[in-house]
């Protein structure tokens, strides 16, 4: 199994730049999350979905931040345009879980973005 | 929304020392799962408490859950140099949102 997959593992860009994060979730997953992690505030929950449907995106930050899912093996995170503050390390992570039950989470390596 | 603090923030401990980081919230949880993500990396399942007042054991770690289902702890007993990360406590929230508390950073004195 090759577990989750993100790419890429790190992003350099100028302000005002689009990203864009990708992953590839376990095969048979149904969930899939997008968090953000920084020193000042921890692991944030950006947005999960369940059977490639966005169950709840109030962890985005604002409008530059989307999200899709468009089959059961890729999603994207973008940001447009990136600001500084944007800078952290992004994680996509899959679970087995159902939409009552979410069991295990599994990390991807992370997406180590900078933003000058 | 529901949410779990956990204590302490940062611990620095001897090599063989034991360790006990908290996690608690103000609500019931349905279940508590445990995460553990070394320096550099990504976190990674350790474990999950589902019963009131159980008690799972790994190796040298000890995981408890409150009776109230309102707390839970991880002891470490003798701690190595590979027990060396932070250690995250999450809950499920209404919609099986997955919420990592704030973690507790473990390091080992050789």
């Known amino acids: 199994d090759a577990g989750v997959i993100q790419s890429p593992r790190h992003e350099v860009t100028e302000m005002g730049q689009e990203v864009t994060l990708r992953c590839k979730p376990i095969s048979g997953h149904n969930s899939l999350f997008w968090y953000r992690q920084t020193m000042m505030r921890g692991l944030e929950l950006l947005i999960y979905?369940?059977?490639?449907?966005?169950?709840?995106d109030s962890g985005m930050p604002e409008d530059r931040f989307s999200a899709k899912m468009p089959n059961a093996s890729f999603s994207t995170l973008k940001i447009q345009p990136s600001e500084p503050r944007d800078s952290a390390v992004y994680f996509c992570?899959?679970?087995?879980?159902?939409?009552?039950?979410?069991?295990?989470?599994?990390f991807g390596e992370g997406s180590r973005l900078t933003v000058l | 929304g529901q949410q779990v603090m956990q204590i302490p923030q940062y611990q620095h401990v001897q090599e063989g020392e034991d360790f006990t980081t908290y996690c608690n919230s103000s609500?019931?949880?349905?279940?508590i799962q445990w995460y553990k993500q070394r320096p550099g990396g990504h976190p990674v399942f350790l474990i999950q408490?589902?019963?009131?007042?159980e008690v799972k054991k790994q190796k040298r770690l000890t995981f408890q859950f409150g009776e109230a289902k309102k707390n839970s702890s991880l002891h470490i007993t003798a701690t190595q140099t590979t027990d060396v990360g932070t250690y995250f406590c999450?809950?499920?929230?209404?919609?099986?949102?997955?919420?990592f508390g704030p973690g507790t950073s473990l390091s080992v004195i050789p």
């Open positions: 992570a899959s679970s087995p879980g159902s939409r009552r039950e979410t069991g295990e989470l599994f």
């Open positions: 408490l589902v019963k009131s007042g």
């Open positions: 979905f369940n059977n490639n449907v966005p169950i709840d």
């Open positions: 999450t809950t499920k929230t209404s919609y099986d949102k997955v919420i």
């Open positions: 609500t019931t949880l349905s279940n």
